[in-house]
């Protein structure tokens, strides 16, 4: 629940930057950029770019301890990306 705080805290910084440089409209900008930017970081970090033989030789390479941590990575990230993603998403809809 840390990390969704987390998110909410950059969306709500994201949203009170957006309203004071620009306007209303820039909010789902800001606040999808910040909620891709973590996306693709946890796609990067879940090694979902690369290929078939470059999986398995990771998976048969890498340590028990550094694929949990890795995994704690990707899901951080994507619980930090999630409420960015909400917020852009209710902006982009009902504004």
Same mark, same amino acid.
């Given at each position: *629940?840390?990390?969704v705080?987390?998110?909410?805290? %950059?969306?709500?910084l @994201?949203?009170?930057?957006?309203l004071?440089?620009?306007? $209303?409209?820039? #909010?789902a900008?800001?606040?999808g950029?910040i &909620? ?6 946890? *796609?990067? *970090?879940s090694?979902?770019? $690369?290929? @078939?033989?470059r999986v398995? %030789? ?7 301890? &550094?694929?949990?941590?890795r995994?704690?990575? #990707?899901t951080?990230?994507l ?5 960015? %993603?909400? #917020?852009? %998403? &209710? ?5």
């Amino acid at each position: *629940m840390k990390y969704v705080a987390i998110g909410l805290l %950059l969306s709500l910084l @994201g949203s009170v930057v957006a309203l004071v440089i620009w306007d $209303v409209h820039m #909010v789902a900008d800001v606040t999808g950029m910040i &909620g891709l930017v973590f996306l693709v970081l946890s *796609m990067i *970090m879940s090694g979902a770019f $690369v290929s @078939g033989d470059r999986v398995r %030789l990771n998976a048969a390479t890498e340590t028990d301890k &550094g694929r949990e941590e890795r995994n704690r990575l #990707v899901t951080r990230s994507l619980l930090i990306a999630l409420p960015n %993603l909400v #917020v852009m %998403l &209710g902006f982009y809809l009902f504004i």
